[in-house]
């Protein structure tokens, strides 16, 4: 018999996971749902979001057909890497801009300008393609649930057309199984008079993050997760509702590992903006996936 | 070899959807993407649609409960069966009047309670249980499509919820290949302190029809259909936006066949008040499968 979980350290953590499966192998299959978080939880969010690396890259080519875009504020803080003009303008602002360089696009224009940029990025520190910058060991716990006969989705507070672009390229999970922050369509049609969605530069909704993932997960998918995974504050309330449940699990993967990825602690961002999220999974008994501790490798043939 | 569509007779639309099988076995598999309205697509909608069935079946039950409640004008007016004062008040209202029964449901005993409607309850008119009036030849297609992987979805102008209940089972569906109408979800806390979602009164959101089928499909599922079936107005833009895009078809069910089943035409809800479906679909070109002349059996073995 293979051994499952072969990345996984012998510990407690991997001993909670097979504990997990056991137990699933008896639940009614429809019930067997799990979702996992993508930033940080499933590939490398550090130093900068993949989707960040993105934006900079279309507007770092956008500025090279028209030199006056670097002058906006928001991207003049951003191609200056100024961190206080950043700070100053603020996140959301400086994203609603680089949203905006995609407005009137298609979604078949969006999702291959996405295709295009992962199959040629670096990772800026790694020296690796981004692509290949994935979790081993939660790509073995993946297989391990769809052997299971598992849905699995992954809920991100990234946009969803950004994931869904490579989602079933890289984790054989398909764009109805994505659930992220939404931009909003307008439906026009083409020079023949066809129907054709357009992009606008506005969410349609909330950010995917903290509440809204719960809320979204059943409006979206339409089922409660038996396991959900995350990393951060913004996936406190969906691991809390996984945790919550009968026979639910929830996975904190804790970023400690600062030689083999990077090491750092994510705050609440919605119900205590002071509490690290290992923290709270402490109290509240989650299962903690430290990746110094229990994963033998972090990105498989590529360490 | 079976016959395929064995409850297709021969003819132009049987013809149709055999080309459109055929090649469709040759597009990339990721877009092999087929979604079906419900309502007077895949299930008898007449007299009145299942949902409203339901809505009026909670309704008796709450005044079981306590009387008072019947005094309220939308309810007065449904259980009166006045179409005067049903048509006063508008439907959006007594929607609203009956989506409120179920403010601050858990979406689990939502679900229960539509299952065990959908268990026990009958047609109006035709004395057989709701749950099998499902049109064969449909289902047959449904099959067929599947046999060819394509991924198979549901986008209804009904609720969402309502439908997830009841999708896997009758069609196998899965929750998150259903797109409808959103009621919204309020987070909060049970006695224990755990997370627990709860209906609100309102809707999240836009009713599912005409255009937003569009949004919504892209926003939810993120691919275009390469299929659409529907039968109605609010399935206008859903319909042309497949017949559109390369090798689409669009499938209009024209419900013709008082005999085995109703006879009516669905006006336009959102371009053109004044025009049949059948009218634009002739126009466009789709595929228009009349009940009276393209089905053998409506319902199957119920027949």
């Known amino acids: 018999?293979?051994?499952?979980?072969?990345?996984?350290?012998?510990?407690?953590?991997?001993?909670?996971l097979l504990t997990f499966l056991e137990k699933a192998a008896t639940v009614p299959v429809v019930d067997r749902v799990a979702y996992f978080d993508n930033d940080g939880t499933l590939w490398c969010e550090r130093p900068t979001y993949v989707q960040f690396d993105f934006f900079?890259?279309?507007?770092?080519q956008r500025v090279g057909q028209d030199p006056a875009v670097a002058e906006r504020?928001?991207?003049?803080?951003?191609?200056?890497?100024?961190?206080?003009?950043?700070e100053a303008l603020g996140l959301p602002r400086i994203a609603g801009a680089l949203a905006g360089l995609f407005e009137g696009q298609t979604p078949q224009e969006f999702a291959g300008a996405v295709r295009e940029f992962m199959a040629r990025a670096e990772h800026r520190t790694l020296g690796r393609p981004l692509r290949t910058l994935l979790y081993r060991p939660?790509?073995?716990l993946i297989e391990e649930l769809r052997r299971l006969d598992f849905t699995v989705g992954i809920v991100t507070g990234g946009g969803a057309e950004f994931l869904r672009a490579v989602s079933q390229d890289l984790?054989?999970?398909?764009?109805?199984?994505?659930?992220?922050?939404?931009?909003?369509?307008?439906?026009?049609?083409?020079?023949s008079g066809a129907p054709e969605l357009r992009r606008t530069a506005a969410l349609d909704g909330v950010v995917n993050e903290g509440a809204a993932k719960v809320s979204h997960i059943q409006s979206e998918l339409g089922r409660r997760p038996l396991l959900a995974a995350g990393n951060s504050g913004g996936d406190r309330e969906m691991l809390e509702w996984a945790a919550a449940g009968p026979g639910g699990l929830a996975l904190l993967v804790d970023h400690d590992?600062?030689?083999r990825e990077f090491a750092y602690?994510?705050?609440?961002?919605t119900v205590d903006e002071a509490e690290a999220i290992t923290v709270v999974a402490e109290r509240q008994g989650w299962t903690v996936s430290s990746m110094a501790r229990d994963w033998t490798v972090v990105f498989g043939a590529h360490d």
Chains 1, 2 share one sequence.
């Open 1 to 16: 018999m293979t051994e499952i979980l072969p990345s996984w350290r012998p510990g407690a953590t991997r001993d909670a």
């Open 56 to 60: 900079v890259d279309a507007l770092r």
């Open 73 to 86: 504020a928001e991207f003049a803080a951003l191609l200056g890497g100024d961190p206080t003009a950043i």
């Open 138 to 140: 939660m790509l073995e």
């Open 171 to 191: 984790y054989a999970v398909p764009p109805e199984l994505v659930v992220g922050s939404q931009i909003g369509y307008r439906l026009t049609t083409d020079a």
């Open 257 to 259: 590992d600062a030689d």
């Open 265 to 269: 602690r994510s705050m609440g961002v």
